[in-house]
């Protein structure tokens, strides 16, 4: 074993160089051999630290190419999330643009419904108030009627009130100066009137004529029973003439009249009398609505003339119809009325602007 020692130590030595040997001495000589090793060292080490760096931007890519691919699925799940979004909210556009479309329509047609109705309803309202202005000429050119008229204003007046239109001001207005004008004219109790001469024309057939007026009974005292004879006293002829004296005065009567000349009617007569009386009234009644003073005075007067020659003045009943035809008779019934004829003409002018010019 010692041999197999000294024998490596024999052939270690013989091996490593001196440093006297040629080799050492080269080298040690040449700076370069050191310059390449250094040289190929930090290639080496160059190399190692490249690759290592590249497999740390490996590592880095993969995952930030790994973390790109999910942002781009997720952009892209995004994306086609927004794409149906947007196809949503595109349909919805078209259904609210369709929705528009009709709403619009319908719009147009409510405001063409609305324009048609609003001519219509002017149309009516302005029908209304001509039939009331129409209505109120007529009472009073026919019956001379101003309360009627008023009244018939009023309703027109309101009428265009009520619709409040500003094209229905300039028709108010000659409206409002008419009923004015009717509200001035002085107030006649027409009804008061009338209901006066329908009282007098009842009364008719209870007043009592002068041919049936009796004669008043004498206030001298009779002869006492006791003056006048008896018949037993009295002859047969003396009788007889008595009763046929008694019979005389029963069959005649003598009646003085406080009267010009004293009318004598039979019992037909007194019945055409009464019913001419009652014509008379009438036709005074007539008058009276009619407003005609001269034949309402005419007539009130003759009916009066035929009460005092007549009918028995003497009866209260009489007297008082008598002094009704006399108030009757001083009334002034014949009032001059305005005419409404500026109404009419300004709803005339109205209707004739709102034709469609040709």
């Known amino acids: ?3 197999n020692v000294d024998q490596s130590s024999a052939s270690t030595d013989t091996a490593a160089p001196s440093p006297s040997s040629p080799l050492f001495t080269k080298m040690r000589i040449s700076p370069w051999a050191f310059i390449a090793a250094a040289a190929f060292g930090l290639a080496g080490w160059q190399w190692f630290e ?3 760096r590249l497999a740390d931007t ?3 890519v993969s995952k930030r190419l790994t973390a790109s691919e999910l942002v781009v699925e997720e952009t892209q799940a995004q994306s086609k999330q927004a794409q149906e979004q947007l196809a949503t909210l595109q349909a919805t556009v078209d259904t609210l643009k ?3 479309e009709v709403a619009k329509s319908q719009q147009e047609a409510l405001q063409s419904l609305y324009e048609s109705l609003a001519r219509n309803s002017d149309e009516a309202v302005l029908a209304e108030v001509e039939q009331n202005v129409m209505f109120a000429a007529q009472q009073l050119q026919l019956a001379g009627n101003v309360p009627g008229a008023v009244l018939a204003l009023q309703a027109a007046d309101s009428r265009l009130a009520g619709s409040n239109r500003p094209q229905f001001i300039e028709l108010r207005k000659v409206l409002v100066s008419d009923l004015d004008h009717l509200r001035a004219v002085p107030k006649v109790d027409m009804q008061g ?12 057939d209870t007043l009592p004529l002068v041919v049936n007026a009796r004669p008043r009974e004498s206030k001298k005292d009779p002869v006492p029973a006791a003056a006048a004879p008896s018949l037993g006293s009295l002859s047969f002829w003396q009788q007889l003439l008595s009763g046929f004296w008694s019979d005389v005065r029963g069959l005649v009567r003598v009646q003085r009249f406080d009267r010009e000349a004293p009318v004598l009617l039979a019992p037909e007569q007194a019945f055409f009398l009464r019913e001419n009386l009652k014509l008379r009234l009438l036709n005074a009644r007539l008058a009276l609505l009619s407003r005609d003073q ?4 005419g007539e009130i007067r003759q009916a009066t003339e035929w ?12 007297q008082t119809a008598q002094a009704s035809l006399k108030e009757l008779s001083a009334t002034e019934v014949a009032i001059a009325l305005p005419d409404i004829a500026a109404s009419l003409e300004a709803i005339k002018s109205y209707k004739a602007s709102q034709e469609p010019k040709q």
Request: net charge neutral; glycine share 2%; no cysteine.
């Open 307 to 318: 009460l005092r020659r007549y009918f028995n003045g003497s009866d209260n009943a009489v």
């Open 1 to 3: 074993m010692n041999e």
């Open 58 to 60: 490996r590592v880095e």
């Open 193 to 204: 009137l009338y209901l006066r001469i329908e009282s007098v024309i009842s009364a008719i």
């Open 294 to 297: 001269e034949t309402y005075r």
């Open 98 to 100: 369709e929705q528009a």
């Open 50 to 52: 490249t690759r290592v």
